[in-house]
């Protein structure tokens, strides 16, 4: 099992940049995919971006490609999702997730993912 907490959630305006962590923690852990997913009121659960359990690439949703970046830091064992130029419809409740060892095809669907962290509110004023 892996454990996961969110961190760095806030209120920001339109155009400004948040950065979101994620602290991984669990003896596998280094074989896990790390995705992050949003959600808000009354929506399905979508794909954000992942980064794969090697660590040597990534996948972002169409609708925030160019704008978020997801990387980690293995010493801290934390995998981090820089927003920039935020809008007001990235507001949500993210969540970061773990899945083992996830094909490329199979990262933006969250039933692969088997752990969740607790999720991070995220408000974009216009």
């Known amino acids: 099992q892996v454990h996961l907490v969110e961190s760095g959630g806030g209120l920001v305006q339109a155009g400004e940049s948040l950065r979101l962590s994620c602290a991984v923690s669990g003896r596998t852990a280094t074989y896990y995919t790390v995705g992050w997913f949003r959600q808000t009121p009354g929506k399905e659960r979508e794909f954000v971006g992942a980064?794969?359990?090697?660590?040597?690439?990534?996948n972002y949703a169409d609708a925030v490609k160019g704008r978020f970046a997801i990387s980690r830091d293995d010493a801290k064992k934390t995998v981090f999702l820089q927003m920039n130029n935020l809008k007001p419809e990235d507001t949500a409740v993210y969540y970061c997730?773990?899945?083992?060892?996830?094909?490329?095809?199979?990262?933006?669907?969250?039933?692969?993912?088997?752990?969740w962290g607790q999720g991070t509110q995220v408000t974009v004023s216009s």
């Open positions: 980064l794969n359990w090697s660590g040597s690439g990534t």
């Open positions: 997730a773990a899945g083992f060892r996830l094909r490329v095809e199979m990262v933006s669907a969250k039933k692969y993912y088997s752990d």
